[in-house]
């Protein structure tokens, strides 16, 4: 089955269909119906528990497959305590992140393993000019691998627009889109960049739901992976 008869597989409209191909035709995925290009899928879990006004604890785990379930690529776990420099904004964040790999040997349909050791620091902001919500985050990667060691930056932009609601309230249908862009410490300096679009639901204050593609370009290659993601803003006290 191609890609273009998958998205309407899975109930996407047409507003949205052409939506989320845009995104990725822009960044020059021109390949994206291609029946030989790769298709991933990632199911993934964020935390952000507030601890008080000041302070609060990002969880995160990323199920990577290879296919859209089954065939696992990467298991990625994320932790990090922050500081608010301004309440609800702001805020810098000290963390660590294991990844868990399993590629392929080039030529042959067995699997390797491996894994990595991170330590990142990151600034995040918030503006919103009317319906259209923002978020700025920088990060840097400290990686430390079996034998060997790389620092990574990443710079990430995303927006959030409530289709039905004026403000990210309980019950709004929203739209979500980010690009990030990660560059190595050394050559070659580019490591990867991702766009993504997807649709999301608001359950209440503290949960979320959101369903998208997200189109991965690399320097030699590119991917197209389906993402379906669940948001936890739950705080420990209220």
Same mark, same amino acid.
């Given at each position: *089955? ?18 989320? /191909?845009? $995104? ?19 199911? $993934? ?32 776990? !994320?932790?990090? /305590? ?25 030529? =042959?349909?067995? #699997? ?6 991170? %330590? ?5 902001? !918030? ?12 990060? %840097? ?14 710079? &990430? ?8 609601? @004026?403000?990210?309230?309980? @019950? ?9 862009? +990660? ?11 991702? /766009? ?6 608001? $359950? ?9 593609? *997200?189109?991965?370009?690399?320097? =030699?290659?590119? #991917?197209?992976? +389906?993402?379906?993601?669940? *948001?936890?803003? %739950?705080? &420990?006290?209220?």
């Amino acid at each position: *089955m191609g890609i273009c008869k998958t998205f309407k597989m899975f109930g996407f409209n047409n507003k949205l269909f052409s939506f989320l /191909i845009l $995104i990725a035709l822009f960044t020059g995925g021109n390949k994206l119906c291609a029946q030989n290009n790769e298709v991933g899928n990632w199911l $993934i879990y964020f935390g952000n528990q507030r601890i008080n006004k000041d302070w609060n604890w990002w969880n995160e785990v990323q199920y990577r497959n290879y296919n859209f379930i089954g065939d696992l690529r990467q298991l990625v776990f !994320r932790t990090g /305590i922050g500081y608010n420099l301004t309440e609800n904004n702001n805020n810098v964040l000290l963390g660590y992140a294991f990844v868990y790999s399993e590629p392929y040997i080039p030529g =042959t349909n067995k #699997k390797t393993s491996n894994s990595n050791n991170t %330590i990142y620091q990151q600034f995040i902001t !918030r503006q919103n000019f009317g319906r259209v919500f923002i978020q700025h985050r920088y990060r %840097i990667e400290e990686r430390f691998f079996a034998s060997d060691f790389g620092m990574r930056f990443r710079y &990430f932009l995303s927006f959030n627009i409530p289709l039905n609601q @004026k403000v990210m309230d309980p @019950k709004a249908v929203y739209l979500s889109a980010y690009n990030e862009i +990660f560059l190595r410490s050394t050559n070659p300096v580019f490591d990867q960049d991702r /766009i993504y679009g997807a649709v999301g639901y608001v $359950i209440n204050n503290n949960l979320r739901l959101e369903t998208g593609v *997200m189109y991965q370009i690399f320097e =030699t290659e590119n #991917k197209l992976q +389906f993402q379906f993601v669940f *948001m936890n803003n %739950i705080p &420990f006290k209220k």
